[in-house]
């Protein structure tokens, strides 16, 4: 089990380089194939999303959801464990300096997820039972025709729902009942079975009370945790500024903020950066087009829209507070010469400014949001590529599966686990790029058409 671990982890990290440069030239060559859509139409994006805010919308129709909720379920997914555990690493490994290099990863992903968001509008068809359906099998397939095509579609089916589905949902669950056992010493088990019993009822309901739940919880947990943010950051606000200035500076001269002792690198600012950023607002990956699929718009360039604003507010909003969190405790630099890394980095930059128990709370709270949005969003996902690959018949089964995995997640943490899940999360890039790429002309027209 160690050597099967070792082998994965190092195809896992060998991967992950590749993808690193494949995903930000790809966010670079749809940035100028769509004219830096990601700028001249930010401002409209805005009116899309708050023009169609409400905490009650109703599905537009059978199958369907409104754009709001495909955005809710879009972000309930993209901000996960990554904004806490996945920053706080990206930290540890790469400085100060990572979090430029995820922001600069980030807003060339805005114009890759538009993309995704596009053709899934694009492509969407409905089920056997008059059901709308979409996501990367379909334009996949449009891409590349007969038998590769369908191979591709297919590849990237299973990839992503072993990777969220099971693996996925397997992490987030050990990281709520982690969170909680170290903050309130609750025990594992009977965690994982609260979320699981909760999720099971979520996903009885289909996409319509997934939607329902995730257009209430996104703006509760973003409140939540922002609030507390901004509380945490006014009581060390005289590092807040050296804090912005170590970003800057730790891009391109780690050794001058961290000193040299600690041993990190440009390159590795950018290594982690990049792959923690991108991990995170999963533009690229292919998961949340399957939300933005079946939201009633106008235009799919509406759609398009909308989706940038996720990968904005997950990396430039959430996960920029949680690296200043961290940063405006000034003791980064000791807690990578501890070894520390992941949640308890954060739990302690927290607790410094809220006092250890408080912060540990705070963060077993905002791990809970976060995960548990993810865990009912990732369902969704694998759920779309199960009815593509086995039909209807298949969902029930597999939702107890992912039920039981949850259970299993939150009782047992096995490296394996995490690092299987790293590896297809990686390897399910591959087919929705190479697709999306391919169509990058349709993509451009589209970005162009007046609206």
């Keep these: ?24 030239g790809s966010g670079l060559f749809f940035s100028v194939r769509t004219r830096f859509i990601q700028v001249r139409r930010f401002r409209k994006a805005w009116k ?27 972000i309930a997914a993209q901000v996960g464990t990554g904004n806490i555990a996945g920053c706080a690493s990206a930290l540890v490994s790469g400085g100060p300096g990572a979090i430029f290099w995820m922001w600069l990863a980030a807003f060339f992903g805005m114009a890759t997820i538009y993309s995704e968001a596009v053709m ?109 943010g901004f509380v945490c950051l006014f009581i060390n606000r005289a590092n807040l500024l050296p804090a912005i200035t170590s970003i800057f500076v730790g891009a391109f001269q780690p050794q001058a903020v961290l000193g040299a002792g600690i041993g990190i690198t440009v390159r590795q600012a950018m290594r982690y950066g990049v792959a923690r950023g991108l991990f995170s607002n999963e533009a690229g990956m292919g998961s949340t087009p399957h939300a933005h699929a079946l939201a009633k718009v106008d235009k799919p360039q509406q759609q398009g829209e909308v989706a940038m604003i996720g990968v904005f507010f997950d990396t430039f909003i959430v996960l920029t507070m949680t690296a200043l969190i961290v940063l405006s ?42 995960a548990f949005s993810t865990i009912i969003s990732w369902f969704f996902f694998a759920k779309q590529n199960m009815l593509y690959l086995f039909g209807k018949h298949a969902v029930k089964p597999f939702a107890i599966v992912v039920v039981l995995m949850i259970i299993l997640g939150a009782t047992l943490k096995v490296e394996l686990v995490w690092n299987l899940a790293d590896l297809f999360n990686a390897i399910m890039v591959f087919p929705n790029l190479l697709a999306l790429l391919v169509l990058s002309g349709r993509v451009a027209k589209i970005s162009n058409e007046s609206q």
């Design 120 to 228: 899934a509008q694009v492509t969407r068809t409905k089920d056997e039972d008059g059901h709308v359906i979409g996501g990367p099998v379909y334009y996949i397939q449009q891409a590349f025709h007969g038998k590769f095509g369908r191979f591709l579609a297919a590849f990237f089916s299973v990839s992503i729902i072993l990777a969220l589905g099971l693996m996925g949902n397997m992490v987030q669950s050990n990281s709520i009942s982690d969170a909680f056992f170290s903050a309130f010493g609750w025990n594992r088990l009977a965690v994982g079975i609260a979320i699981a019993v909760v999720a099971g009822f979520i996903f009885i309901g289909g996409i319509s009370r997934i939607a329902h739940v995730t257009e209430k919880i996104v703006p509760v947990m973003a409140a939540l945790y922002l609030v507390g």
């Design 1 to 24: 089990m160690t050597t099967l671990n070792t082998l994965v982890q190092m195809l896992s990290d060998k991967i992950w380089f590749v993808l690193m440069i494949l995903l930000v």
């Design 48 to 74: 899309h999303v708050f023009g169609n805010l409400t905490l009650f919308g109703d599905k537009a129709e059978k199958g369907g959801i409104s754009s709001f909720q495909a955005l809710a379920t879009a």
């Design 329 to 370: 405790s000034g003791k980064l630099g000791e807690m990578i010469r501890a070894g520390m890394t992941g949640t308890p980095v954060v739990q302690q930059a927290v607790g410094m400014a809220f006092g250890k128990n408080w912060g540990a709370a705070f963060i077993a709270i905002a791990l809970l949001f976060f």
